[in-house]
């Protein structure tokens, strides 16, 4: 049997402390997954790599990282960071980027920045009037949208926080918001997330997105038909069964997979292909330094998909800033490159980057 083989599973890269790229959080890793052909492949992890790395070597270990159907079936699903890593396996051997084995066709993809001020999470201690000059600022250096967070103990404060930026950028710069309902603690009743919706409407606000808890079906449903606002979700997820139910009942005008949290780059290519059959978007949940590398080739092939999200920039910084340290691990520095608010989408085989020694 000539068919490749995985041969071993193990941590390339732990970001701690002083050795963390600021783009990593605690405790995530670049993973390295080995084949008896000497070509190796590699992915980012965001959280603690060694339950995941257990369990998938007495799965995959001798097995054809070509068949990914069958490990999606055997707890791929699950371990979305290795199936990155098989895939850029499979781009290597094929001397492909990721997105042309998909049938991707986009060169380039604008950017969102989601931004998360430093200090309280709820982000009271920003005033609107700050949010709209960074807003300004990342304008001006060419960024066409951004996202903040609504989860100020009064919504209507993020309302006016979406206003400020609206008078200060006019058509000049999109603002999404998003309520990502499990994290403040608290879930908008209907009332308060029709009143916000509204509101967020007639101050031009593009999206608000998920406004219930996740996996809550009926209430996205029931505000998606009474307001105008686009309702998007779905960061959560992962089975198909759940993203047919929001397609369903029309819950969301956009459905937002996240690359790991949802299985990984195949699953998310059915994920966008159920939303393409009902004629919605599929625009992913972002990441970003290592992370946004699967993120940027399964989005380049889908024909539903025209928006990439950096998440998270900390204000005043740039996502370039953020990747300086990560640039110090590659062989070819920049990480990405972003003009004119577009991020090109890499042409390196597999994933698009090469770590220094490879």
Same mark, same amino acid.
């Given at each position: 049997?000539?068919?490749?083989?995985?041969?071993?599973?193990?941590?390339?890269?732990?970001?701690?402390?002083?050795?963390?790229?600021?783009?990593?959080?605690?405790?995530?890793?670049?993973?390295?997954?080995? #084949?008896?052909?000497?070509?190796? @492949?590699?992915?980012?992890?965001?959280?603690? !790599? %060694?339950?995941?790395? $257990? &369990? /998938?070597?007495?799965?995959?270990?001798?097995?054809?990282?070509?068949?990914?159907?069958?490990?999606?079936?055997?707890?791929?699903?699950?371990?979305?960071?290795?199936?990155?890593?098989?895939?850029?396996?499979?781009?290597?051997?094929?001397?492909?980027?990721?997105?042309?084995?998909?049938?991707?066709?986009?060169?380039?993809?604008?950017?969102?920045? #989601?931004?998360?001020?430093?200090? @309280?999470?709820?982000?009271?201690?920003?005033? !609107? %009037?700050?949010?709209? $000059? &960074? /807003?300004?600022?990342?304008?001006?250096?060419?960024?066409?949208?951004?996202?903040?967070?609504?989860?100020?103990?009064?919504?209507?404060?993020?309302?006016?926080?979406?206003?400020?930026?609206?008078?200060?950028?006019?058509?000049?710069?999109?603002?999404?918001?998003?309520?990502?309902?499990?994290?403040?603690?608290?879930?908008?009743?209907?009332?308060?997330?029709?009143?916000?919706?509204?509101?967020?409407?007639?101050?031009?606000?593009?999206?608000?997105?998920?406004?219930?808890?996740?996996?809550?079906?009926?209430?996205?449903?029931?505000?998606?038909?009474?307001?105008?606002?686009?309702?998007?979700?779905?960061?959560?997820?992962?089975?198909?069964?759940?993203?047919?139910?929001?397609?369903?009942?029309?819950?969301?005008?956009?459905?937002?997979?996240?690359?790991?949290?949802?299985?990984?780059?195949?699953?998310?290519?059915?994920?966008?292909?159920?939303?393409?059959?009902?004629?919605?978007?599929?625009?992913?949940?972002?990441?970003?330094?290592?992370?946004?590398?699967?993120?940027?080739?399964?989005?380049?092939?889908?024909?539903?998909?025209?928006?990439?999200?950096?998440?998270?920039?900390?204000?005043?910084?740039?996502?370039?800033?953020?990747?300086?340290?990560?640039?110090?691990?590659?062989?070819?520095?920049?990480?990405?490159?972003?003009?004119?608010?577009?991020?090109?989408?890499?042409?390196?085989?597999?994933?698009?980057?090469?770590?220094?020694?490879?």
């Amino acid at each position: 049997d000539e068919t490749m083989k995985i041969t071993h599973i193990e941590i390339h890269a732990d970001f701690h402390d002083e050795t963390m790229p600021i783009d990593a959080p605690s405790g995530s890793a670049l993973l390295k997954v080995g #084949t008896d052909t000497g070509i190796v @492949g590699y992915s980012f992890t965001r959280a603690d !790599p %060694q339950p995941i790395i $257990e &369990q /998938a070597r007495q799965a995959l270990i001798g097995k054809d990282p070509h068949a990914l159907e069958e490990h999606l079936q055997n707890g791929l699903l699950q371990w979305a960071t290795i199936e990155h890593a098989l895939w850029d396996i499979i781009g290597k051997e094929a001397g492909l980027p990721v997105h042309k084995l998909l049938g991707g066709f986009q060169q380039r993809l604008p950017v969102y920045l #989601t931004c998360v001020w430093p200090g @309280g999470d709820d982000q009271s201690q920003v005033a !609107p %009037q700050q949010v709209a $000059e &960074q /807003a300004v600022a990342y304008m001006e250096k060419g960024f066409k949208a951004m996202k903040i967070r609504a989860w100020r103990p009064d919504p209507m404060e993020d309302v006016a926080a979406v206003r400020a930026v609206k008078e200060a950028v006019g058509d000049g710069m999109e603002i999404m918001v998003d309520r990502t309902a499990h994290g403040p603690g608290w879930i908008w009743d209907f009332g308060t997330a029709y009143k916000v919706a509204r509101a967020l409407e007639e101050a031009g606000a593009t999206w608000l997105e998920e406004p219930f808890l996740r996996g809550e079906v009926h209430e996205s449903a029931r505000l998606n038909e009474v307001v105008d606002i686009p309702i998007t979700g779905g960061e959560g997820d992962c089975k198909l069964e759940i993203f047919r139910q929001y397609l369903v009942h029309d819950s969301f005008e956009i459905v937002q997979p996240d690359a790991i949290l949802a299985g990984g780059i195949l699953n998310i290519k059915k994920i966008a292909t159920l939303a393409e059959a009902f004629g919605k978007r599929c625009v992913l949940h972002g990441s970003n330094g290592f992370g946004l590398a699967p993120c940027l080739q399964i989005s380049a092939a889908l024909p539903n998909c025209n928006l990439l999200e950096i998440c998270v920039v900390t204000p005043p910084l740039t996502p370039q800033e953020q990747w300086d340290k990560a640039n110090q691990l590659i062989k070819d520095p920049p990480l990405y490159t972003i003009r004119d608010g577009y991020i090109d989408i890499p042409q390196t085989p597999g994933l698009g980057y090469e770590l220094l020694g490879e």
